[in-house]
């Protein structure tokens, strides 16, 4: 079957409620199979929000690459900086906003820009005003949530972030491992190979295997797909295990249409023959769109709430439940709960310092002893 | 008198000395020609690619890795033939360069490169006995700058490394791998490029054209800088010809044909056309800047304060002496100083010794002392001891005479 078919396939049972037919017919029919219709068009109505963050060095086709993602033009007025200019460039962040729809359903797109990441001749520590600023929107939503009036919550959360190697290297450089480790445990990282088109497919398989060796090596968690439920089809399963290998996506953005074998498409032209933004063939695309709009974007959404924003604000407690033992005033507005468990750090701690007196102990009752022995 | 006007003879025929380019040439052929190239750029730029198809010849080489803490320049020689020239190329890769995540420093390893060859050749021309025709040449002719395809215009880093560099060496700036810029693209970013460069005052190497006979076509590859190059070893069949490609799904890219990449015309200007002209400006032009600067910075002038012209060699022995001299105080100096401390310390070493000898008698005394007086005890202790036996033997024989009295006895 044709892998964009099988796509497509993916993406109906995805939206389609699964109604068990034959058992309607035994039983007397209650009602509540149309849950799943009913919350469709309730969050329909509601409209959707996603929030997608961009990082990588200047001129690796990140905004054509949004671009031609989002079939749209978010970077129109944009003033790129010289080469002078950019010798002690600090990174910005930018965030630009669109509403757009489809079929009836309303997403409200939030693409944020790092102009200026690894720029510099001196980077270090250039990813920290990007920690900075996701930090900053899990404290704000911590925030509203403990609010008193919930009603209208903005979620600025950062959701996914599209990190782009260049392709020119031998793998990752130290810069990459650097921003990729400082971010992995508070955003889901999507690592690309961007501007595929000066690589041969040996060449984008080589890389790819050594990223991913290198990413093994380095200890860094980028945002895994979630495994199959073991009742899908073979097909599906292969379709899913074959996105899975072939991470990380090597793709080619556009922002120009060009004419091939009698359509008009996105693509770039050459000299010696016209890349196709979505031909499977020629670059990893469609992959990625598919996998970050059409299957996945619930669920980089759902990991951020649940994994990474939860991760964010234990720790955000616990050090203020530290603080304020410390402190011992309480000043705070957010109610606090008692940790029904203790840490596993302090615990380890404790049993420690346990240990260490009962040593101490042992070693007095020892010289007591002997004091005495001489004593007599 | 020295200065009368030349006049112009003509001939009455056929000297001959319209040879002499030939002789030149005959020599230069057996002498054998001598090139440096520097690459910088980088790791995966394709800057070892480039080399292997520039001189169609596999150079060994490794992959470099992206993680070297600094940068180091690795040169490597080989010998070349080609009919029956000689070439003795040396080619110095520039590893670790653009990797490290603090690159303030990164240029520091080429400059110095670039440096020590030029001081390599000053020591051997002050020589006194010297051997200039026999000398291996490692001076740097051409520095090729790898720059990368964004498409947007130089990294911060191209544009300061490239400042260091364009008063010590020919650069010749171009664009890597290539073959990821449209046609449009590409003619924006050259533009870009060569625009940075001048509004930076980055002086970049101009084909010369003073000599007639290259002076169109080395005008007219000015304007083509920088040049996109793509390279590759690997051959493809393109229609009934095997040539040297990059085959991708979409097409493949010939590095021979101008219409896909400036190759041709790196190769025709770098090693065709120009090769002499560089290895003359970096003789007459950048040697002779380091040479200046390094004697000015010795204290050489050129005239005296009596404006009569300095003969280098007495000012340089004069140097030299100044110099042996100035090294002889200071050894002096050191060893007076060793001297004064290795007295110090015996001085020190003999006080503590003199202390811990008193201690000892010290403590013998005490030793003695208590000694003493536990002999004292001793004997005190013995005669109780033998008052209290002869106590004991009165009393036991007073006992065999008066069985009843139990009470001295309970007191052994």
């Known amino acids: 079957m044709d892998a964009i078919m099988l796509q497509e396939k993916l993406v109906e049972r995805l939206l389609c409620p699964r109604v068990r037919t034959a058992r309607q017919k035994e039983k007397q029919y209650v009602g509540f199979a149309t849950l799943p219709n009913q919350v469709h068009r309730k969050s329909v109505k509601k409209g959707f929000d996603f929030t997608l963050m961009v990082a990588g060095e200047s001129g690796m086709g990140k905004s054509t690459l949004v671009n031609s993602l989002f079939l749209t033009d978010l970077y129109k007025d944009r003033k790129l900086l010289n080469a002078e200019e950019r010798i002690n460039q600090t990174v910005e962040i930018i965030k630009h906003t669109v509403d757009i729809e489809e079929k009836g359903v309303k997403l409200k797109l939030t693409i944020v820009d790092t102009p200026g990441f690894g720029d510099a001749v001196n980077n270090n520590e250039c990813w920290k005003p990007i920690t900075d600023y996701i930090d900053q929107q899990f404290e704000q939503y911590f925030r509203d949530e403990s609010g008193l009036n919930r009603k209208n919550i903005q979620d600025n959360r950062v959701h996914c972030c599209l990190y782009f190697i260049p392709p020119f290297g031998h793998g990752l450089r130290p810069v990459d491992v650097e921003f990729m480790k400082a971010l992995h445990e508070k955003v889901n990282i999507i690592p690309l190979i961007a501007k595929a088109d000066c690589l041969t497919p040996n060449e984008i398989k080589k890389l790819k295997d050594r990223i991913r060796e290198e990413i093994d090596k380095f200890g860094i968690k980028v945002y895994q797909f979630p495994e199959c439920d073991s009742d899908e089809d073979e097909e599906f399963k292969q379709l899913d295990k074959e996105l899975k290998e072939c991470t990380p996506f090597a793709v080619i953005g556009s922002n120009t249409v060009v004419e091939a074998r009698g359509q008009r498409v996105r693509g770039r032209l050459y000299p010696w023959g016209i890349v196709e933004v979505e031909n499977q063939s020629h670059c990893d695309f469609v992959k990625l769109r598919n996998m970050l709009i059409r299957s996945h974007m619930h669920d980089l959404k759902d990991v951020t709430c649940d994994v990474h924003y939860e991760n964010y604000r234990a720790q955000c407690i616990q050090e203020m439940t530290s603080k304020l033992a410390q402190d011992n005033r309480m000043e705070s507005p957010i109610p606090i709960l008692p940790l029904s468990t203790p840490d596993v750090d302090t615990e380890k701690l404790i049993k420690m310092k346990d240990e260490e007196l009962k040593r101490m102990q042992e070693m007095l009752n020892k010289m007591q002893q002997q004091m005495h022995d001489k004593e007599q | ?412």
């Open chain 2, 1 to 412: 008198n020295l200065n009368e006007e030349k006049r112009n003879l003509s001939l009455g025929g056929h000297v001959g000395f319209d040879s002499l380019p030939d002789q030149l040439v005959s020599k230069s052929v057996t002498q054998g020609f001598c090139f440096n190239i520097l690459c910088v750029g980088e790791t995966g730029i394709g800057k070892s690619t480039l080399m292997n198809t520039l001189f169609n010849t596999m150079f060994e080489n490794e992959e470099a890795s992206h993680y070297q803490n600094g940068v180091y320049l690795r040169p490597r020689t080989y010998d070349l033939q080609e009919s029956n020239v000689h070439l003795k190329l040396t080619i110095v890769d520039t590893v670790g360069f653009g990797d490290q995540i603090n690159k303030e420093d990164s240029y520091k390893p080429i400059v110095d490169y670039i440096d020590t060859q030029f001081e390599n050749y000053l020591q051997e021309e002050l020589k006194i006995k010297r051997s200039l025709f026999n000398y291996h040449d490692t001076r740097i002719h051409i520095c090729l700058y790898f720059i990368a395809p964004t498409g947007h215009s130089l990294k911060s880093l191209d544009l300061v490394t490239m400042k260091k560099l364009d008063s010590k060496v020919n650069i010749i700036p171009i664009i890597a791998k290539a073959d990821t810029i449209s046609k449009s693209e590409l003619h924006k970013f050259k533009i870009k490029i060569m625009s940075e460069l001048v509004s930076n005052g980055v002086q970049i190497y101009q084909f010369p054209t003073d000599d007639e006979a290259v002076s169109e076509i080395n005008a007219s590859m000015n304007a083509h800088l920088p040049f996109a190059v793509v390279g590759s070893v690997e051959e493809v069949k393109v229609g009934n010809k095997t040539v040297r490609a990059r085959q991708y799904p979409w097409g493949v890219v010939q590095v021979e044909n101008e219409s896909h990449c400036d190759f041709v015309k790196l190769r025709e200007m770098l090693i065709r056309v120009n090769m002499e002209d560089l290895r003359e400006q970096t003789h007459a032009r950048h040697y002779e800047l380091y040479r200046r600067c390094k004697l000015e910075e010795m204290g050489f002038k050129d005239t005296d304060p009596d404006s009569q012209p300095f003969s280098l060699q007495e000012t340089y022995e004069a140097k030299r002496k100044e110099f042996l001299g100035d090294l002889q105080r200071k050894e002096e100096e050191m060893r007076q100083m060793f001297v004064n401390k290795v007295k110090e310390t015996e001085a020190e070493l003999k006080e503590k010794e003199r202390e811990l000898h008193d201690k000892f008698e010290q403590l013998k005394r005490m030793h003695q002392e208590e000694k003493r007086k536990v002999e004292e005890k001793r004997r005190d202790l013995e005669e109780e001891m033998n008052t209290f036996n002869r106590k004991k033997v009165a009393a036991e024989t007073l006992s065999l005479s008066q069985p009843l009295k139990k009470d001295k006895d309970k007191k052994k």
